[in-house]
């Protein structure tokens, strides 16, 4: 493991770079699960927690995150251990690596799934189904597929299939051309959507419902649902960020590029809850319905608006692109581990975990059928528990430790070098790093662990806790 292992694949430029790791952040998780999650969670507190963990845990991790991989040079699991190997650290940060390759697989197990109802979804929209369409039959139309395991067997192998496809070619071949044209898209058609929503007669009270807070509805579970997702969104605290950066030449600056994926990500985002919200609101829909939120609202839209057969096929079309550019990235970490410490060539790795993840993804397929009452975590199924220990611990776990390596075990001299930024943001970038992000994490890590009764008591005690590691960790490096 103390070897030192170097990736020798690379970006053509720092724009397909970009673009790459915005393919990578931006997907079902800004189209599917913020929408339905805001939902489920009271609308405007929600969402302003969510912001607030991107800008104060999201962007400094992302920064951190690519510029561990860029230094690092390797996967995941390598990086950690050259780095660490570098700075005289312990050899056990590479368990970082470890558990993103993990939270990778967990989550692109039942990614395919999701991305699966989308592929349905399309070649629905292509064949008319949604034209005219009212919304109980929009409503029955979903229930109806999710009842057949069969069918989502089906689109959850198609996608499956694809995606192990694409990363079987590489990084430049593969990932580049399938992102190149498609956030463009994504963009246009999200625009027309809004362009309609303000045409429903709802769409102030979407808007009001996402940005009026009403922290009555918040729970202490909700905070972490929100911690969580900012994490899952930018695609960060798991690796894919990480082994982008190790293609990403010395001379392209971290900053830009981290703030160009924020950005996009959190625009995209926002832009669907506001088209979902007015579709839901407009005909008397549920906001709380769950993961069929988008599946249950868009289709009404598209069955009424003009040219609805066009956009709606082609909406489809661009969540599958979005869908594929993010689920390439969530193997990528496992795949290049494979590849680098295992001598397991790229195209094998790909279609050996590609398999597994297939089957372990499999309990998701029934988890909205056969298995809908068999509860895994606390009340939760089976696709519940692995999106909740994903997104909500193993993710800000990652963050976490990622914050702290930067923060802590790499030296002022080499986090200069790593990320450009000047020296008075350097200076809140690094306080951020080593107090503001960990204290946070682990103070929701805890009051949904021991419950919620006194927050002051949880950050005090996450404080300390954290205060006395690095204390220790400190003295021993003298
Ligand atoms: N960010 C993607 C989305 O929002 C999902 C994703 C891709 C991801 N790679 C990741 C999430 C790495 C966490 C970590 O759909």
């Known amino acids: 493991m103390s070897q030192l292992k170097l990736s020798k694949e690379g970006w053509s430029n720092q724009t397909l770079f970009i673009l790459a790791a915005v393919g990578s952040a931006v997907g079902l998780g800004n189209i599917w699960k913020f929408p339905y999650i805001t939902g489920e969670n009271g609308g405007g507190a929600f969402v302003l927690v969510y912001l607030a963990c991107v800008l104060l845990i999201g962007i400094p991790v992302l920064l951190s995150e690519i510029a561990l991989g860029r230094a690092g040079k390797a996967n995941p699991v390598q990086a950690m251990a050259n780095l660490a190997h570098e700075n005289k650290a312990s050899r056990l940060w590479f368990l970082l690596g470890l558990n993103g390759v993990l939270a990778g697989a967990l989550i692109l197990s039942f990614y395919t799934v999701i991305a699966g109802w989308g592929v349905a979804y399309f070649f629905e929209s292509l064949l008319g189904t949604f034209n005219g369409i009212g919304k109980e039959a929009v409503g029955e139309h979903f229930s109806t597929m999710l009842a057949s395991p069969m069918q989502l067997l089906f689109w959850h192998t198609v996608v499956s299939i694809i995606t192990v ?13 399938a992102i190149s044209f498609m956030m463009p898209g994504l963009l246009l058609i999200l625009l027309v959507l809004l362009g309609y929503a303000t045409t429903t007669g709802a769409f102030g009270q979407s808007f009001s419902f996402l940005f009026s807070p009403d922290f009555s509805k918040l729970s202490w579970q ?26 990403l030449s010395n001379k392209y600056s971290i900053v830009k590029a981290g703030v160009w994926i924020a950005f996009a990500d959190t625009a995209v985002a926002l832009l669907a809850g506001l088209i979902i919200f007015s579709i839901v609101f407009a005909n008397g829909l549920e906001p709380g319905s769950g993961p069929g939120l988008l599946f ?62 297939w089957f372990i993804g499999i309990g998701t397929v029934l988890s909205f059928n056969e298995w809908s009452d068999v509860h895994f975590l606390g009340d939760r199924t089976f696709f519940d528990s692995v999106d909740f220990i994903t997104a909500n611990i193993m993710l800000p776990l990652g963050g976490l430790l990622m914050a702290v390596f930067v923060a802590w075990v790499v030296s002022p001299k080499d986090r200069a070098e790593y990320i450009d930024l000047n020296s008075r943001l350097m200076n809140w970038f690094v306080f951020d790093l080593k107090w503001i992000a960990p204290v946070a994490i682990l103070t929701v890590f805890a009051t949904n662990l021991v419950g919620a009764d006194s ?16 204390w220790n960790a400190m003295r021993k490096n003298g």
């Open 455 to 470: 927050v002051l008591l949880m950050i005090l005690v996450s404080l300390a806790v954290y205060g006395v590691y690095v």
């Open 296 to 357: 249950q609202t868009l289709p009404i839209a598209f069955g009424q608006m003009t040219g609805g057969w066009f956009f709606g096929t082609l909406f489809f079309a661009l969540v599958i692109m979005a869908a594929l550019s993010s689920s390439i990235s969530l193997i990528e970490p496992a795949v290049s581990w494979f590849d680098q410490n295992w001598g397991i060539k790229r195209k094998k790795a790909a279609w050996i975990l590609g398999s597994l993840i």
């Open 165 to 177: 496809y694409i990363v079987s070619k590489g990084v430049k071949s593969g990932l580049e051309r």
């Open 222 to 247: 909700a905070v972490l649902t929100a911690m969580g997702h900012a994490f899952f969104t930018l695609s960060i605290g798991l690796g894919t960020m990480m082994v982008y950066g190790s293609y």
